[in-house]
């Protein structure tokens, strides 16, 4: 299922003009991973649930401040970190919740003008299976009675012979 922008703003609280979102509102960090055609972030996706996600900041070296601290410290500070990726231009894809499994490494990578610049690696892990944002959870966040980081996540397990 995706979503619009708006979808976001009203469960998490925010603008979400940035990859990295400080949701103040629902307490958490939502994060977004681009794969457009006109990304300028080396986000990697792999199959085992992980993710590399590159920090915040167009030009220049990215530095341990902003969303990119909120990021590195949320583990400690107990802040639930969304992720939702992005393959076609204002359709958000839910990932999940995600955690920091490890430090960032600084890696080289070209900026939007082309220049050089240190980039922070965020190796991140999904938890669980992630549930759809539903109207029904919209609606109920938009009126405030509980926020989309309390509701609980359900394993489901099923076989077949």
Known sequence: MTYKREDLISAFGG???RGMNTCNRTNT???ISKHTSNRIYGDKLFDNNQIMYTGEGQRGDQQLTGGNAKLY???RDNTPV???VVYKNTEYTYFGLVKLIGEPTRETENDVEGNPRL?????LIRLGT???MTDEILETTRVGSISLAEKPIQHVVAAAI
Not at 119 to 123: C, N
């Open 29 to 31: 960090l939502v994060l």
């Open 119 to 123: 980039v922070y690696r965020f190796p």
């Open 73 to 75: 410290y949320s583990n």
């Open 82 to 84: 969304h992720l939702f």
């Open 15 to 17: 603008s979400f003009y």
């Open 130 to 132: 992630p549930i759809p």
